[in-house]
């Protein structure tokens, strides 16, 4: 037998309440988005759970991305018959000689929200229940943490029946928090922070400074992998990129080497509100990670803070390095993350940067530059690319090969 649909049960949305249609629309939208590579599949969606029909994709396939997926609790593949006693008996009978093994038990769970069916709930067990001793007459019936619980649903048009239930990545779907710009560099950190960004809710978009001809090709095409990365988790993300070469060399020119990276990130938190301002996002989000580098203390986050009012939203900064590599792992960006390819925060990187940097002083420096004229100039030559999870479906698929 092939699975017809695929039946996903909700997380946190549970507690919205009068939201909780806004919530479901948008995990809906978000599971046809992510599933649009696979044309024939259909998604719907009510109050208590969400329906995936297959239409004949592969179902592994489907699986896998549902499980990244963010505000889906659990999911179930399911079996479509016809709605018939006699039907649910012997596909009953067929499912379970398929998966019993000696010494399993098992219970019935039968849901009815077609009320005209000729059994309610409680017959419909007995009846099923009744149909499995009579091929497994050795196997027991068990109501609590039974090894195998048979789910029989009986809606209006047919009948469905599970057995598997599979964990999802839970979370809120992507965009019912609002809308944040990932200040998204080459390294392992963010493409993270974005991860659990999204993991509440958040949609971004992914701003990346490049600064050729100190960076190369290969530096942009390794920003643009690791967004593609996180589309999985949400759908296409906007990737901005921005030309930052006129304003490192200008820095280069009038400050001390100590300051490099204090200005540097100044820039960069006012061009990134620059586009938040104008693409209606409410937060910045970074993968600053509190004490890793010079420029993550505490005195420097606070200098850098100083040019914007908005909300700085630092996923992984209580975390340490082995901590945010095992996420950058499970999310399969750390090998993308560590290719060799410099971005614009190690190209003028000074050998001592200042730990501890005063405002007044990154304001005098400043103050010798047309700070405006560069951050308008900077934003008016922006590159807006719609990055899509076509590329993971390719991964996807090579996966696939290699199960079965």
Do not use: W
Request: hydrophobic share 40%; charged share 25%; glycine share 6%.
């Amino acid at each position: 037998m092939q699975y017809s649909e695929i039946m996903i049960r909700y997380g946190e949305l549970s507690t919205k309440g009068k939201n909780r249609m806004r919530f479901i629309n948008k995990l809906r939208n978000n599971i046809s988005d992510i599933l649009s590579i696979y044309p024939q599949v259909k998604v719907t969606a009510d109050r208590d759970r969400a329906h995936v029909y297959l239409n004949g994709a592969d179902y592994i396939a489907v699986a896998e991305s549902l499980k990244q997926v963010f505000g889906i609790q659990t999911f179930s593949p399911a079996y479509k018959v016809e709605k018939s006693v006699a039907t649910l008996k012997a596909t009953v009978q067929e499912i379970m000689q398929d998966i019993y093994k000696e010494g399993m038990t098992f219970k019935i769970s039968s849901r009815r929200s077609d009320h005209s069916f000729e059994l309610d709930s409680r017959e419909l067990n007995q009846a099923l229940g009744g149909a499995v001793f009579d091929v497994i007459p050795t196997i027991q019936a068990q109501m609590k943490n039974p090894d195998i619980t048979l789910q029989v649903e009986i809606r209006e048009e047919a009948a469905y029946l599970s057995y598997e239930t599979i964990r999802g990545a839970g979370g809120l779907p992507v965009g019912t928090s609002g809308k944040g710009m990932l200040m998204l560099s080459g390294g392992i950190d963010s493409p993270v922070a974005g991860y659990l960004a999204l993991k509440r809710g958040v949609d971004i978009e992914a701003v990346h400074f490049a600064s050729p001809p100190y960076t190369s090709p290969g530096a942009l095409k390794k920003a643009q992998d690791l967004t593609r990365k996180l589309t999985k988790f949400g759908g296409n993300i906007q990737f901005i990129e921005v030309p930052f070469t006129e304003i490192q060399e200008e820095i280069k020119a009038i400050a001390p080497e100590a300051y490099l990276m204090t200005l540097t990130r100044r820039f960069m938190m006012r061009i990134t509100d620059r586009i938040r301002e104008a693409r209606k996002g409410l937060i910045i989000i970074n993968g600053e990670s509190l004490g890793q580098v010079a420029s993550q203390t505490l005195e420097s986050m606070q200098a850098i803070n100083a040019v914007t009012n908005t909300p700085i939203i630092r996923p992984v900064v209580t975390m340490d390095k082995l901590e945010i590599i095992d996420i950058a792992q499970e999310i399969d960006t750390f090998e993308i993350s560590i290719q060799p390819f410099e971005d614009c925060c190690t190209i003028f990187a000074p050998d001592r940067p200042k730990t501890n940097p005063k405002i007044k002083n990154a304001e005098q420096y400043e103050a010798r530059m047309d700070v405006e004229g560069l951050v308008e100039r900077a934003v008016a030559g922006i590159m807006i690319t719609e990055i899509t999870p076509q590329a993971e479906k390719d991964a996807v698929d090579e996966l696939i090969e290699d199960i079965l």
